[in-house]
């Protein structure tokens, strides 16, 4: 009996309009900062056609980036709401491939912007397999204090103990697959950001993601208990935005790209993967070839890095040794540099820097589950 099961950050899966742009330049969209706008209604008539405008060919590249998947069961991250998440699914998803995804399931995290993971699932397998939902379980209420989890770290960046962890959610879904039971929990932990205090995005936000990987593996050992963790099916999915590796660009498209992998002293990552407490199985393919976003900040910053994740217990991991993660490039824009082997054809429209899929790629992998 098998299953596949893939990951995927949409990118800001909206069913709204951001208006702060008229009054905050950083949140102002480049192409209308070409005019000159003179009033917020002029503002906000041009924001709400650019919006739909550039939001149409977007996600029917998303789409086709979750359609490649081939998956049964597939966690988000960056959806607004439900209504937004059946929009999307109706109205792009099904006209490309039928009747698929009709289970759907999200619930409020603690992010300021509302983006929110969620969960959506086929009827069945590919195999003809029942997939069933049994409840999902929310964890965006825990606090440092109650985990036991502030540090002077955290203090140090002006956190408080009575402060909730996750920065969206830590979403426990409970399934069963023609009757096997298996666990999801859905993260997306904070992102890095610009440099601050002296730190650079990374290492400022560093503690946070590494109280929210501590906080899943407890939620996790508290639900099948310590020494029963291992035994159990359960996968960690999503982006944590985080990575134990980049592979660092240098040159340009006119005298070549050259690419370097470089291991990270710390990351987040470490805390669950510490002592096999579950595997990252994208690390079955090779080291270069584990990214799933491309990062730049100009030609003197450019790095390739997973931020996406599948990470399974023991179990699950030890049942599928052979199982080898896809990894879903199509969606991204033309300026993603890809290392040498590793080119793919582009999904049709997808453009210089936008539209594209995604920043993400979505990892998929099929898994025999007994």
């Not at 699932?121 to 606090?143: C, K, L, N």
């Not at 399934?175 to 290492?203: C, E, Q, W």
């Amino acid at each position: 009996m098998s299953l596949r099961l893939a990951t995927f950050n949409v990118e800001n899966l909206m069913n709204r309009f951001d208006f702060s742009g008229f009054r905050n330049q950083l949140n102002e969209d480049r192409a209308l900062a070409l005019f000159d706008i003179r009033t917020e209604a002029e503002y906000r008539m041009l924001e709400q056609a650019r919006a739909i405008s550039h939001s149409d060919d977007t996600r029917q590249l998303t789409a086709l980036a979750v359609a490649a998947t081939r998956a049964d069961v597939i966690c988000l991250q960056e959806v607004d709401n439900i209504e937004a998440l059946k929009a999307f699914e109706y109205g792009y998803l099904f006209k490309m491939i039928g009747e698929g995804y009709r289970q759907k399931y999200t619930t409020a995290g603690n992010d300021s912007r509302g983006i929110d993971v969620a969960v959506m699932m086929r009827a069945e397998t590919m195999h003809g397999q029942p997939i069933e939902f049994v409840r999902m379980t929310s964890h965006a209420h825990v606090t440092f204090e109650q985990f036991g989890l502030f540090t002077p770290e955290l203090a140090a960046l002006g956190h408080e103990p009575n402060e909730r962890i996750f920065r969206r959610d830590c979403l426990e879904v409970d399934l069963t697959i023609g009757g096997v039971p298996l666990t999801l929990y859905l993260v997306h932990f904070k992102s890095m950001g610009p440099p601050r205090n002296g730190l650079d995005g990374r290492a400022a936000t560093m503690p946070l993601r590494m109280a929210e990987a501590s906080a899943v593996r407890r939620i996790v050992e508290s639900r099948f208990g310590r020494d029963h963790a291992a035994s159990k099916r359960w996968a960690i999915c999503g982006d944590m935005n985080d990575y134990r590796q980049r592979v660092k660009i240098d040159g340009d498209a006119y005298s070549g790209y050259r690419f370097e992998v470089a291991d990270e002293d710390r990351s987040c990552l470490d805390v669950l993967l510490a002592d096999g407490f579950c595997e990252n199985v994208v690390e079955r393919r090779p080291e270069i070839d584990r990214w799933t976003l491309y990062h730049t900040r100009g030609p003197q910053e450019r790095h390739l890095c997973q931020l996406d994740y599948i990470l399974l217990s023991p179990a699950l991991a030890s049942r599928n040794l052979a199982a080898v993660p896809d990894i879903v490039r199509k969606g991204q824009p033309w300026r993603t540099p890809f290392p040498p082997g590793q080119e793919v054809e582009r999904f049709p429209r997808a453009g210089w820097d936008r539209p594209k899929a995604s920043d993400h790629c979505p990892v998929a992998i099929t898994l025999d589950l007994v």
